[in-house]
């Protein structure tokens, strides 16, 4: 969401007191203050705001002039980039104890450990539903700065009730893993909103019945990643060089410094997977697209997939690499092009293509046969136990940017031309998945994993 918002200035004030937020968040960007929410009257002196500080803690904040009328940050850090988090904020200042006054759940689960604890004084009416503009994704303060960089979805606010994290989520029954409620059973009030974000022409249409719908400011995008089924992203807490990440962690724009490559947050040891990654901006044939079953080597400055044990990849002056060493030439690609990867777990082979083309003839359907195909040690024998999808440079002398697409639709801000599904009609791909092969999600890991 970075550099845009969602915006709707209420038609008037309503209960100030007693009120819920309940929404699902993905981080992309760590180790800068930004705002998820915000309410303001131009300035900090008066506003409400929900936020992640610089620091990866959570913050529920608001100010009173120069007093804190409340603020709450939390010890745990939210610095967890391959995940969805469940945030319920849960307000009702007419009760007698403080700490019933404001509470924070995290997937289900109260948080009750604060390095910064003030509560809101009994009855106080806060800055939140306040008749003036409610900003999703950004403060404003004169100024629109501090933006959200991440996803978001399922996000609420319930007017006049203080609800439980319960009322929004539950227990799988079957994985363990808390999940969201798609209809709950909660009654918004006047000023109450439910954005689902389902609607990627509208995505601040309003799912409560009471048409709060907000505007969106900016290039917002909407991808398939959703709570529900949780796609990777590059892991930007292994890549410990100077690369810049962005667009939810699935673009990498690497720098002159060193060698900047990361690997997807999800790993693999069976299967069949498949993924592609556009080269939007590199200098001297530097982009490298492949798998490596060690992603704490790739934060080193001196390798890269292909050069590492193990490794392969395909790097963008046409050679595949294999444990530092060239098993075949294929084509050279550059700023525009679309390169492919087919992991074939099953049968420990792996194949590149360029805009559709395998490379090497290679025919990703043919087995154990392996045409056209690398082959690689089998997952169960690779320290891990697991192969990552990677992709980065092969130099610090030259700059490159790439975008990732594991199935959430995009190059970036850019939506894939042909929106190709994987076989349990997952993904959108701009080439056609192979035959067998899936999108890199939780529900394909949980069925064909």
Not at 16 to 25: E, G
Not at 77 to 103: C, H, L, M, P, V
Not at 321 to 330: A, E, L, M, N, T
Not at 415 to 429: Q, R, T, W
């Amino acid at each position: 969401m970075a550099s845009t918002y969602l915006t709707r200035t209420p038609s008037s004030t309503g209960n100030q007191r007693t009120f819920t937020f309940s929404f699902w968040v993905k981080r992309g960007g760590l180790s800068s203050q930004q705002h998820i929410y915000c309410q303001s009257y131009g300035s900090e002196d008066y506003q409400f705001r929900m936020e992640f500080t610089s620091s990866d803690e959570f913050r529920l904040y608001n100010s009173k002039g120069a007093s804190d009328a409340i603020n709450l940050k939390t010890n745990r850090k939210f610095r967890d980039t391959s995940s969805w988090y469940a945030i319920t904020i849960a307000i009702d200042t007419t009760q007698g104890t403080e700490a019933n006054r404001a509470k924070i759940y995290v997937n289900g689960v109260q948080e009750t450990s604060f390095a910064t604890a003030t509560y809101p004084t009994q009855n106080l009416e806060m800055d939140a539903n306040a008749g003036v503009a409610q900003l999703i994704g950004v403060q404003y303060k004169g100024n629109y700065d501090r933006y959200f960089d991440g996803s978001l979805s399922h996000f609420h606010f319930i007017e006049a009730t203080q609800y439980q994290a319960s009322d929004f989520g539950e227990t799988d029954s079957t994985s363990g893993i808390w999940k969201p409620k798609t209809a709950p059973s909660v009654t918004y009030g006047t000023n109450g909103y439910f954005l689902k974000m389902e609607n990627s022409g509208a995505m601040g249409t309003d799912s409560s019945g009471n048409s709060n719908t907000f505007t969106v400011s900016g290039n917002l995008t909407q991808n398939v990643d959703t709570p529900s089924n949780n796609f990777a992203t590059l892991n930007s807490l292994i890549n410990n060089n100077n690369g810049t990440f962005s667009n939810g962690n699935l673009t990498l724009a690497t720098t002159t410094s060193s060698r900047d490559n990361a690997p997807a947050t999800i790993g693999v040891s069976q299967g069949k997977w498949y993924a592609e990654a556009k080269v939007i901006a590199q200098s001297a044939n530097r982009f490298v697209w492949g798998i490596s079953p060690d992603p704490s080597e790739l934060a080193r400055a001196d390798t890269f997939a292909g050069n590492q044990t193990d490794s392969v990849a395909y790097l963008s002056d046409g050679d595949v690499h294999k444990s530092d060493s060239v098993q075949y030439s294929g084509s050279t690609y550059t700023a525009g092009d679309i390169v492919g990867i087919a992991l074939d777990l099953d049968n420990n082979k792996v194949y590149f293509h360029k805009n559709g083309t395998y490379q090497n003839s290679g025919v990703p359907t043919s087995g154990s046969t392996g045409t056209g195909a690398v082959s690689i040690t089998s997952a169960s024998s690779v320290a891990t136990g697991y192969y990552f999808i990677t992709m980065g440079d092969t130099s610090g002398a030259h700059n490159v940017t790439g975008s990732v697409n594991f199935g959430q639709g995009y190059f970036g801000t850019t939506a894939v031309a042909s929106a190709n599904a994987d076989g349990n009609g997952i993904g959108k791909m701009e080439y056609a998945v192979p035959s067998g092969y899936y999108t890199l999600n939780t529900k394909n890991i949980k069925e064909f994993g």
